[in-house]
């Protein structure tokens, strides 16, 4: 096999089951060898943060890699963010980049797209990816192949793999297929570890169980449900975390907001004389609107391979060692005196279908009165108010930039959600969100892809006009977005009232032969309540702080 089949399948061997792209000249070889060898599905789009978007969507939901695939320089560079984005909120995605061979490195020429140096991308991409390598010895390449795909799985973080023109078609061995880390964990350390967690635990008054993203990313979700309902304490997932443990009968009281949340929620939290906080990323988004500082000396956290508690750090700790051995000596513990039970979520339902305008809480309505009639369905959420507004929709599948909050990340997302799971999702996104990469929608029928997008159109960058109102730059150009969705080859319908919501969403669900494009007109300043209450606990902070 060549050195393109070779990773490949390596590829296929690790996980992946599909790879995103758009071809260049200095990956045109690559892409030929994909393309004719069939080893794996291969979707272009039509920009590179596309690409990077889509595969980050589709790794979140696969729990294992998925690639997104570029040229050198002009392509690289334009897919830094997502990867930055997939990096920052831990998901596996791979990058492959054509690049330069060596007759362009020996020409004593500057290479077209070379920015600094030759090697100015993968030293950028270092900064967003766990492991990197460049395949220029042919020899080395399998044992190179595998270890950075293992670090991506190892880490559940992006990896870089550049694979030069000239070296694609050259002969390779095979990569010897990925086999799981064999570092032993410190028994004695874990004993130890668990032992204080226990003990803890036992003697706390008012524990509680605050779950995150490295769950699922680890693959560990059921576990982790199987602790929480041995340990009989109250579960709360974080912003980053939401849709965690749906539908796994679990004592869940819903999503920590901090100031912006429900005030009971807060209280248990904040309150709480043990919080137990499993594959948490401790980010602004997720504590940054605590009401009261979070004391750090009665919190137990388990993330990133460690597990600290007060002064003490318990380093090399896997995150699924840790709750396995919970979930073995947990029967240990007294049962609790008073069962927990799951807390019912007073979600926004039974929209009136009248001529009243839209509010991005009537568009929650509208998905949860779906969701009652048909079953839930996938989203996948760009930033802005329609990621706030997923806080009022019933729990289900979701995917979203939570913490990095970068911007364009909807409509990729939902085409790397059908991608990965096959299932119809729904897209919420802003208007100008969609001005970034909504146009990728032009590629969904070729792929027989059928989303159902939602753009919140109130002309205006509102999420950020709520924190400085007085700016005109916030404002944007008024378009069409149903007609443009009629042109990308979809079906598109303006709703300026709820009775027109309520049949566009209906007529969208009926029809799963094209994908649509539901504009919501919203009026500037029409906030969803959380979005509210998160905006009103930032600024309470930051005033507080004198900033």
């Known amino acids: 096999m ?22 260049g000249d200095f990956a045109l070889p690559f892409f030929k060898v994909a393309e004719e060898s ?10 590179e943060p596309t690409v990077g978007y889509a595969a980050d969507a589709a790794a979140r939901c696969h729990g294992k890699p998925s690639v997104a695939a570029i040229t050198y320089g002009a392509g690289g560079f334009n897919m830094v963010n997502p990867i930055a984005a997939a990096y920052a909120e831990k998901s596996p995605v791979v990058v492959i980049s054509g690049g330069p061979g060596e007759g362009d490195r020996s020409t004593g020429l500057l290479v077209h797209h070379q ?43 992006p990896v870089y793999i550049e694979i030069p023109r000239d070296l694609v078609f050259h002969d390779c061995e095979e990569v010897v297929s990925y086999k799981p880390d064999t570092q032993q964990v410190h028994e004695a350390a874990l004993d130890a570890c668990v032992s204080a967690t226990l003990e803890q635990l036992q003697r706390a008054k008012s524990p ?12 560990i979700e059921q576990e ?16 980053m975390g939401r849709g965690l443990l749906n539908g796994m009968d679990v004592p869940l009281q819903g999503t920590y907001l901090g100031g912006a949340g429900d005030p009971e929620l807060t209280r248990l939290v904040e309150e709480s004389d043990m919080p137990v906080l499993l594959g948490v990323i401790l980010t602004d988004g997720n ?8 004391d750090f000396r009665k919190i137990i956290l388990a993330s990133d391979g460690n597990v600290s508690m007060g002064y003490h750090i318990y380093p090399e700790i896997p995150l699924q060692s840790f709750i396995s051995e919970l979930n073995r000596r947990a029967h240990n513990l ?35 009165d779906l969701f009652h009639k048909q079953g839930a369905m996938p989203i996948a959420a760009d930033m802005g108010d329609c990621f706030f507004t997923t806080l009022d929709i019933e729990e289900t599948d979701l995917v979203a930039p939570g913490f990095y909050a970068t911007m364009g990340f909807g409509v990729p997302a939902g085409f790397g959600m059908q991608a990965a799971t096959g299932k119809r999702p729904i897209v919420l996104v802003g208007d100008g969100a969609f001005q970034m990469t909504g146009w990728e929608l032009l590629n969904a029928r070729r792929y027989g892809w059928n989303p159902i997008v939602i753009v919140f159109n109130n002309s205006s960058w509102e999420m950020l ?64 309540n959380t979005l509210s209450n998160f905006v009103a606990g930032i600024t309470k902070m930051r005033e507080a702080a004198g900033q």
């Open 224 to 239: 982790t449900a199987a602790l929480a309902k041995r340990l009989g304490i109250p579960v709360v997932t974080t912003l």
């Open 2 to 23: 060549n050195l393109a089949e070779v990773l490949l399948n390596a590829l296929k061997d690790h996980g992946v089951e599909e790879i995103f792209g758009i071809p």
């Open 38 to 47: 069939e080893i794996l599905p291969l979707y272009t789009f039509s920009h």
């Open 287 to 294: 504590f940054g609107v605590s009401e009261k500082k979070m």
């Open 465 to 528: 006009r709520t924190f400085q109102p007085e700016s005109k730059f916030n404002d944007l150009p008024q378009l069409n977005y149903a007609g443009i969705g009629n042109e990308l080859g979809g079906v598109g319908q303006r709703v300026t009232n709820r009775a027109e919501l309520q049949t566009a969403l209906g007529t969208a669900v009926a029809d799963e032969d094209n994908f649509y494009l539901i504009e919501a007109i919203i009026e500037s300043g029409d906030l969803s």
């Open 115 to 157: 920015a600094k140096s030759l090697n100015s991308q993968l030293e950028v991409y270092k900064e967003v990816t766990c492991d990197q390598v460049i395949l220029n010895d042919i020899a080395r390449a399998p044992e190179d192949i595998a270890r950075v795909l293992a670090s991506c799985i190892k880490h559940s973080r």
């Open 208 to 219: 509680v169980l605050v779950v995150g993203v490295e769950i699922r990313r680890f693959g």
């Open 334 to 368: 007294e049962s609790a005196s008073k069962p927990v039970l799951p807390v019912a979520q007073n979600y926004p339902c039974n929209l009136q279908a009248d001529e009243q305008k839209i509010t991005p809480t009537d568009i929650a309505a509208a998905i949860n």
